[in-house]
C-alpha cells in the first residue's frame, strides 16, 4: 500500500525554526515528484515547495521562498522540509503529497495525514 | 491570494448536477493540465480528476472535468450526500514557477 506519513509538527517561538519529514512507502520513491501543502486554519490550500524525481529540480513558493528547505533522502524514503524564520502566517496543517510523475507539475495522489505547525509566542 | 478562481459555494439537492467553474489565465490554465481535489471536513485532500478530465481509480464516473482555454469546471451528476465537501482546481504556473491552487468551492447537498 502506497502511504505517507507527516511528522515534526508542534508549537514554534516567531522567528524559530522547525523540521517536518515525510516517510514514504509502497512506491519507489526517488522516481516521482513530492511536494509540501499547507492549509492555514479555515483557509484553503496553499502549495509550498516541490520537487523533482530524479531530485534535480526544487520549487518554493514566494511566501517561503529563501526561508524553507525541501529535500529528500532516497535511502530511507524520506522526505523533510526545514523551516526557518516562521512567523505567525506559517502557522498551518503540513502535508505533504506524491505526485503522479516524476515532475513536480504532476497531480498529487497520495497525501499524508497532514501536521500542524502553529507559530505564536 | 490564489490566482484560480473558483466560487465560494454551490449546492444542489440528491440527484441535480452541480458544476463548478475555474478561472485561470494563459500562464497556468491556459497552458498546463488541470487537476481537481475533493477534501472532506478534517480529512487530507484526495486527487478527483487529473489531466483535465481523468479519473483516478476508485472515483465515482459521476465526476468529471473539462478545460477550455483559461478556463476549467467540474461536474457532478447525479449528487450524493456524501459529496458534501469542499472542492480545489489546480495547475502548475509557468510565471510563478509553482503550483496553484484555487480559492476553493464548498459544495452543499440540500
Known amino acids: 500500500e502506497v502511504q505517507l506519513l507527516d511528522s515534526g509538527g508542534g508549537l514554534v517561538q516567531p522567528g524559530g525554526s522547525l523540521r517536518l519529514s515525510c516517510a514514504a512507502s509502497g512506491f519507489t520513491f526517488s522516481t516521482y515528484a513530492m511536494s509540501w501543502v499547507r492549509q492555514a486554519p479555515g483557509k484553503g490550500l496553499e502549495w509550498v515547495s516541490g520537487?523533482?524525481?530524479?531530485?534535480?529540480?526544487?520549487y518554493y513558493a514566494d511566501s517561503v521562498k529563501g526561508r524553507f528547505t525541501m529535500s529528500t533522502d532516497n535511502s530511507k524514503n524520506t522526505l523533510s522540509l526545514q523551516m526557518n524564520s516562521l512567523r505567525a502566517e506559517d502557522t498551518a496543517v503540513y502535508y505533504c503529497a506524491k505526485g503522479r510523475a516524476m515532475v513536480t507539475w504532476s497531480a498529487m495522489d497520495v497525501w499524508g495525514q497532514g501536521t500542524t505547525v502553529t507559530v505564536s509566542s | 491570494q490564489s490566482v484560480l478562481t473558483q466560487p465560494p459555494s454551490a449546492s444542489g439537492t440528491p440527484g441535480q448536477r452541480v458544476t463548478i467553474s475555474c478561472s485561470g489565465s494563459r500562464s497556468n490554465i491556459g497552458s498546463n493540465t488541470v487537476n481537481w481535489y475533493q477534501q472532506l471536513p478534517g480529512t487530507a485532500p484526495k486527487l478527483l480528476i487529473y489531466?483535465?478530465?481523468q479519473r483516478p481509480s476508485g472515483v465515482p464516473d459521476r465526476f468529471s472535468g473539462s478545460k477550455t482555454g483559461a478556463s476549467a469546471s467540474l461536474a457532478i451528476s447525479g449528487l450524493q450526500s456524501e459529496d458534501e465537501s469542499d472542492y480545489y482546481c489546480a495547475a502548475w504556473d509557468d510565471s510563478l514557477i509553482g503550483y496553484v491552487f484555487g480559492t476553493g468551492t464548498k459544495v452543499t447537498v440540500l
Open positions: 489531466t483535465n478530465n
Open positions: 520537487i523533482s524525481g530524479s531530485g534535480g529540480s526544487t
